[in-house]
């Protein structure tokens, strides 16, 4: 891997919505593959178990195939290499989805898990934001800190500049909170992608530009 990520512009394949981003600092090794045009499908190894469940939770929802591999300090905790896998998926998503010509650009998806309900809203505005309340139940689900959620999305904001909103409403299970999170998630970004086929490529602002 390079000891940079790739560049952007230039991540994203002709034609069907692919890009890879590597990433790699003094305390994570991460690689990202994206095809929004896929059929579901995660390979997914970061070392945390947790963690990698929810990933494959917005391959499957949202459709995209998404492969991740990551290396990080796990001797310390977990954080470098949760905030660096949002940082890098982040950035993929912005290098496949291009100009965003013709896409939905919002989505919105509401998730439940027996006792647990999610909502998820997605503006793909150029801006990024990230705003909500994904306060757990519990501060551990296993051994992933809870507090890891919210960075890994913030990092993932910043770099797909996106403006997203995540709300557990309820639930007293942290892992079946987690997860509906991450469901809504992948339905609300496949919702945002997919083609609007009335709007013939236009870009979805008044700006011209998104």
Excluded at 26 to 32: G, N
Excluded at 78 to 91: K, N, Y
Excluded at 178 to 197: N, P, S
């Amino acid at each position: 891997m390079s000891n940079t990520s790739l560049p952007l512009a230039a991540a994203a394949a002709p034609g069907p919505r692919i890009a890879e981003v590597s990433r790699a600092t003094a305390e994570t090794r991460i690689s990202v593959r994206l095809n929004l045009d896929g059929q579901g499908q995660a390979r997914i190894a970061t070392g945390i178990g947790f963690f990698d469940h929810m990933l494959e939770q917005i391959a499957r929802h949202g459709m995209v195939d998404l492969d991740v591999r990551a290396e990080g300090d796990l001797h310390v905790d977990g954080h470098h290499t949760v905030e660096d896998a949002g940082i890098a998926i982040g950035q993929a998503l912005y290098a496949a989805v291009g100009d965003k010509r013709g896409i939905n650009r919002y989505g919105h998806a509401y998730v439940p898990l027996d006792e647990a309900l999610s909502r998820v809203v997605i503006d793909f505005s150029g801006r990024p934001g990230l705003a909500g309340d994904m306060h757990l139940s519990s501060g551990s689900i296993g051994a992933f800190d809870a507090q890891l959620l919210p960075e890994f999305f913030q990092g993932l904001v910043n770099h797909a500049f996106i403006t997203l909103h995540i709300d557990n409403l309820r639930g007293s299970n942290a892992h079946h909170q987690a997860e509906t999170i991450f469901k809504a998630f992948g339905r609300a970004l496949r919702m945002a992608v997919a083609h609007d086929a009335r709007a013939a490529g236009q870009v979805p602002s008044t700006k011209g530009v998104l």
